[in-house]
T-cell receptor, first 114, second 111 residues
Framework: KQEVTQIPAALSVPEGENLVLNCSFT??????LQWFRQDPGKGLTSLLL?????REQTSGRLNASLDKSSGRSTLYIAASQPGDSATYLC?????????????FGSGTRLLVRP | DVKVTQSSRYLVKRTGEKVFLECVQD?????MFWYRQDPGLGLRLIYF???????EKGDIPEGYSVSREKKERFSLILESASTNQTSMYLC??????????FGDGTRLSIL
């Protein structure tokens, strides 16, 4: 059964730092991997989606990489800002499951200090 | 922009009541999902639907049912609400393997 783990559970950094969030999954047979952002009391906002055949995706200051064989993904945030403070979740969909349902990690709670 | 709208942001109900949570999406997505989110347990899939009148159980369907009579609307039903169903409920929709889009969530309290 697929399991998704995110480390660390919480992270506090000063503004301007570059940072990396980690996500690992136990079964490499994935269809895609998504990174989401969740603000307190709100729903999830999709940040990046990486297909299983891709190695990375970029959007603005965000870069997500995927190493399917080792079961790892990272989300790199450049020049962090206080507005980046949120919980970041990664999720995978299994390649053998045509419903595209997602299995989520428990998230990393990020605080960027001014 | 994709819009997923959940009918209530906050809801308070009593034990034993039948509770309806509504979700509407405006992008003609075929897939719709209901999750619940609890501290320490993360997001867990309750039910999903890949077409009108089609539904499949997720990881924690017990105590819930769903209805999808129209493509844009997916309803979650708590047949007889219990206190352990107090949670944040999130609806999402997607097309194929494209990103899932989420609503703002309904924070449900069962007293």
């Amino acid at each position: 059964k697929q399991e998704v783990t995110q480390i660390p559970a919480a992270l506090s950094v000063p503004e301007g730092e570059n940072l990396v969030l980690n996500c690992s999954f136990t079964d490499s047979a994935i269809y895609n991997l998504q990174w989401f952002r969740q603000d307190p009391g709100k729903g999830l906002t999709s940040l990046l989606l990486i297909q299983s055949s891709q190695r990375e995706q970029t959007s603005g200051r965000l870069n997500a990489s995927l190493d399917k064989s080792s079961g790892r993904s990272t989300l790199y945030i450049a020049a962090s800002q206080p507005g980046d403070s949120a919980t970041y979740l990664c999720a995978v969909s299994d390649s053998m499951d045509s419903s595209y349902k997602l299995i989520f990690g428990s998230g990393t709670r990020l605080l960027v200090r001014p | 922009d994709v819009k997923v709208t959940q009918s209530s942001r906050y809801l308070v109900k009593r034990t034993g009541e039948k509770v309806f949570l509504e979700c509407v999406q405006d992008m003609d997505h075929e897939n719709m999902f209901w999750y619940r989110q609890d501290p320490g347990l993360g997001l867990r899939l309750i039910y999903f639907s890949y077409d009108v009148k089609m539904k499949e159980k997720g990881d924690i369907p017990e105590g819930y049912s769903v209805s999808r009579e129209k493509k844009e609307r997916f309803s979650l039903i708590l047949e007889s609400a219990s206190t352990n169903q107090t949670s944040m409920y999130l609806c999402a929709s997607s097309s194929g393997g494209q990103p899932q889009h989420f609503g703002d969530g309904t924070r449900l309290s069962i007293l």
